[in-house]
């Protein structure tokens, strides 16, 4: 079993599929498959991981390249190096990166790992000025990380129209549909997903609490 320090938190995600361990008053944040653990609201300390299948055969390389890629559009100032020689094949390569957000010089340490279809970038960035003194703890975050079987799900689609869709957990209730009674009657989907009949845990579109 995976060694969480003593007065840590283990995060708990089924509906994701994953558990990952952090100090108090760190937060988690996922996005499209991403996870993110953050010591501050702006991620400037943070350690992240994305596991992913690969819509085709491809190396470390090739993953990587995407990967600065990708982060460079995201912002300019991104700069990646790898930190040793390896051949094109190889299936795990390491990159040390550096960027500017918010005016704050960023370092940060990567790996990629390719192997049967899938593939794993995992890594952390910190303040320049602070990256030797916080690559321990945010090594042990990552080192936390388990994979969890998903929660059991349903899909639910507007009733009138079917114009979208939406996952739920297995046995939680759907209500909703899409709106047309709007300026210029563009459309609008609204549902209400809940627990229990008397909705006292739901998750709303729009949110009108």
Known sequence: SISIPEGWINHLDYWHGFSIAHPLGWSVETYQGSISVRQDPLGFTSAWIWPFNLPAPMTAHQVAEHFVRMSKAGNSTFQAWIQQNTSPETSRISLRTSASKYGQLLSGTWNILVMDGTANISGYWAPSQKIAESSQILGTILSTFETLELMDRQSAFD???????????????????????????????????????????????????
């Open 159 to 209: 009733p009138a129209e079917n114009a979208f869709s939406v996952q739920l957990p297995a046995s939680w209730s759907f209500s909703g549909g899409m709106n047309r009674n709007t300026i210029g009657g563009t459309g609008m989907p609204f549902f209400t997903i809940s627990d229990t009949p008397s909705g006292s845990v739901a998750a709303c579109m729009p949110n009108y609490s």
